[in-house]
């Protein structure tokens, strides 16, 4: 313990003052790096952005202020209404990552020889760069030769190129995203279900409770601050898609597997994309979406805060 | 090697250049030359240019290819190369609206470009002033197999029933007619240049290019029934929006299709995959209408100086130099492509001799779609493009679609 | 435990889940273990059709010394490592300085500071994208590493502090106060007292913040253009493009981007857990 520093002379006014003063001052001076890197690079780029959705801007040239001109253009955007339709779809699959996780989870939670291994190869879609597995299922989707459609071949179901289908594009590269999630939401789940109080299993098994009733009344309950977590973790990764559609299909075929985030950069930084206005308002209307959420969140943590208290 | 080490001699240059290190008497030269062909081309013009101006010292940086066109509007506003590579037409139109392109001008006269650089000036010309210098360009084309089309009795059509014709052999004989891969979208700008350019003519695809025509006209939706007529009974290839136009390649050489409508780019890997010049053809896209003269697409290279330079003059000096007889003649033999100057030599080559003649005779040249219409209306239209020709049965509400978005990129 | 131990089941039970545990593993890996495949077969098995079958030779050391000799992924690598290693370092720094200070003490603007990081931790980081991107180019960084880490550190921060904060509040906090009451210096108790305690979450966030800036890709492709500041996951990207078709490349390249992360995990397995699991047992 490092109490035995000295606290040195104190014979100077100015440092009894800060003596007096620094447990008011210090929590500023820790916070001051961390707070203004972050509201530089974070916070004050928000509203940079609201405002930037107001004008027309090439991002090159001067900017002109056009007023709601392109939420207007916005709301009567074939495409932004694809790619909002897409989000949805994201969402709403991508939940599934939580109990397919949660799956995985119990297959795994055993003690045999070597299941630590399995527990880690599991684990380690989570690990790879979205940009790998965007290009790995690009090669297992691959038309004519890809692994999954000899199986679809085989299985009698023809060539269907999924990547340039209008109908399976979006479903496909949530696949592809599904797998690193599920695996990120089985760790989770993994780690909740060590914690889970043994004492309570045991007296739910002297009741006769069977494993279906005994995983929805007592193992779920528990672990509630896991799927609390891997809820938010999967909401926020199926509305910040963009490297898999980037990678693996570049928003097409005709623009039917683009998304908010995706159609935002198309429009803004893309080969064609000069509408940096445009794009700012696209951002915006995710930056509402994702505020729904982010309000849940923290509604429940300042709950969780209080109850600490 | 020869690449990681040339990559990490443009970072360094990149480094020292931007620690603000630029001597007096450097130039810094941004190129999309990935490719070997055009890479070498570049060193060249660079070492022959080194030589006659032995004061001036070049640093080039080589870009990915696909990256570069992002790339450009972030190094013109943040720190500006002395040249930079870019394409004609209306491609150019943001930078030199946003004036982040130079007025060269004074190039043209000094040289009198107007003269030797003549069949590109107009694409060079925007507010009567001329914003680069074009170096090279190509023809597009068909590009068919000699012995298929042999092997079947097929002569190289002249007309769009003749065309047909040959396409409904071809796909009876089990064989996919046309290979094309538009993952990537651009290659479908060159059918609908071709059709419109035949369909309707010259000053009508330019009108329409130019944001003063509604999608909607007829005239665009007679473009599309021709369209129609090769994708409903499926002649192009399976699968093409999952194929980039490399993709398509092997189709051609393993004999799976017949013809590929693309640029003089694509002969080198082909004949690199294996076919010879007696198995490989090129013909001119057939006459539709009867009558419309024949304009052709033959995009156009070019180089520019930004506006935030910082050696204008030696930039200018290479432009000039750029603009040689001599030196186009050199550069374009190592592209395969055809100078822009009227007094180079043209490569000796089976292709490139079929490309001059026919562009030399005719009667006017399209860039491309995408350099040709405005960056916003060139992306939904080659979407629209691409979407007809997987739905061809949704061709009103693409055009619908597309008219709504030439309304506001044209306001 | 649940479920109940497989030692206590049946036999054949046991016998079933020994099975089941490694085609349940083969299947799930089952694109990963393809690309592997066909990142050592040679050129000519793919031009052949053989696609799935066995290599028909081990093209291990040609495909992968292509890899390094025909593209700039060896620069590509050494740029995600400028851009991580900096990054976990100020971030860490910066987060147990935020998280210290959310932590320890009780004033009146703890709770807003601290739901500003959260919040905007969770923010769809494209709203950010066109102001950063100026900002960065302003501030004379663009297409330097250093705009990619700054930006990267100033956003982590959020996640981190997150972190710090709740692993520091969990520490005893009599420490602290006997600390203060002989007179040490709020700065010395977070050197001397607090800090060393931190090793743990130190490990954790360093190798979590490790991983997901070498798998960052947006930022990648917004912030940096040339191949000199290019980390792998963008550089990747490019690569793809030129080597279209030639997926032994595509396949081995992946797998070179991809190996940094996934030794960090093995080597540092229980810390990356522990950081990423943070929160999912308590409530």
Known sequence: MATSVAVGDTSQVKKNWWKANQRRLAPWIFLAPGVFMFLLYVIFPIFESMWISFYDWDGIGDATWIGWDNYIELFDDDAFYVSLKNNVIWLVLYMLAVPAGLLIAIFLNQNVT?????????????????????????????????????????????????????????????????????????????????????????????????????????????????????????????LRSFDLISIMTDGGPYGSSRVLSFYMYEQALSEYGFRMGYGAAIAVILFLIMMLFITGFIWKMINDERGVR | MKRYLAGTASALAVMSWLAGSALAGTIVINADTSDPAPKQAMEEVIAGFKEAHPDVEVELNIFDHEGYKTSIRNFLTADAPDIALWYAGNRMAPYVNAGLFEDVSDVWADNSLDETLKSAAASMTMDGKKWGVPYTYYQWGIY?????????????????????????????????????????????????????????????????????????????????????????????????????????????????????LIGNFAVAPLREAGLTDDQLGFMQFPEITPGIPMAEDAPTDTMHIPANAKNKEDAKKFLAYLAQADVQSKINATLGQLPVNNQSDVPEDAFLGAGFDMLSNAYALAQFYDRDAVAEMAKAGMEGFQEFMVKPDRADAILERLEKIRGRAHK | MFPKPIEQAA?????????????????????????????????????????????????????????????????????????????????IALSTLTGFALAVYGFRANLLVFFMFVAGNFVPFQILMVPVRDLTLNLGLYDTTMGLILFHVAFQTGFCTLFMRNFIKALPHELIESARVEGVSEFRIFWYIVLPLMRPAIAALAVLIFTFIWNDYFWATVLVQGSHALPVTAGLYSLNGQWVAAWHLISAGSIVAALPPVIMFFLMQRHFIAGLTLGATKG
């Open chain 3, 11 to 91: 036999p054949a039970t046991r016998f079933g889940y020994n099975i089941a545990l490694p085609v349940a593993l083969i299947l799930w890996l089952l694109p990963l273990l393809g690309v592997m495949m066909t990142s050592i077969k040679p050129a000519a098995d793919l031009t052949a059709g053989n696609y799935f079958g066995l290599p028909s030779s081990i093209a291990l050391v040609d495909n992968y010394t292509a890899v390094f000799e025909n593209s700039p992924i060896g620069q590509y690598i050494w740029n995600s490592f400028k851009v991580t290693i900096p990054t976990v370092i100020g971030t």
């Open chain 2, 144 to 260: 068919y197999r000699k012995d298929i089309f042999a092997e079947l009795g097929i002569e190289p059509p002249k007309t769009w029933d003749e065309f047909l014709a040959a396409c409904a052999t071809i796909k009876e004989a089990g064989k996919a007619p046309i290979a094309i891969g538009t993952k990537a979208l651009w290659p479908t700008g060159g059918w609908f240049d071709y059709l419109n350019l035949r369909v309707n003519g010259y000053e009508f695809h330019m009108e329409l290019t130019g944001g003063e025509v509604p999608y909607t006209d007829d005239r665009v939706k007679a473009v599309f029934e021709r369209w129609a007529e090769l994708v409903e009974p499926g002649y192009f290839v399976q699968n093409h929006a999952a194929l980039d136009w490399q993709d398509a390649l092997p189709l051609l050489v393993q004999g799976e299709a017949a013809m590929y």
């Open chain 1, 114 to 238: 070597g299941i630590r291994l399995y527990k880690s190869l599991f684990f380690f879609p989570f690990v790879i760069s979205q940009v790998v597995v965007g290009l790995i299922f690009a090669w297992f989707y691959a038309p004519n030769f890809g692994l999954l459609t000899k199986i679809l071949a085989g299985l009698g179901l023809g060539d269907i190129a999924i990547l340039a289908d209008e109908r399976f594009v979006t479903y496909g590269i949530i696949a592809a995203g599904l797998w690193p999630q599920i695996a990120y939401c089985m760790i989770l789940y993994l780690t909740g279900l060590n914690n889970v109080s043994p004492d309570q299993i045991e007296a739910a098994r002297l009741d006769g409770a069977k494993s279906w009733r005994m995983l929805w009344y007592v193992i779920i309950p528990q672990l509630r601050p896991a799927t609390f977590i891997a809820v938010v973790v999967t909401i926020i990764g199926a």
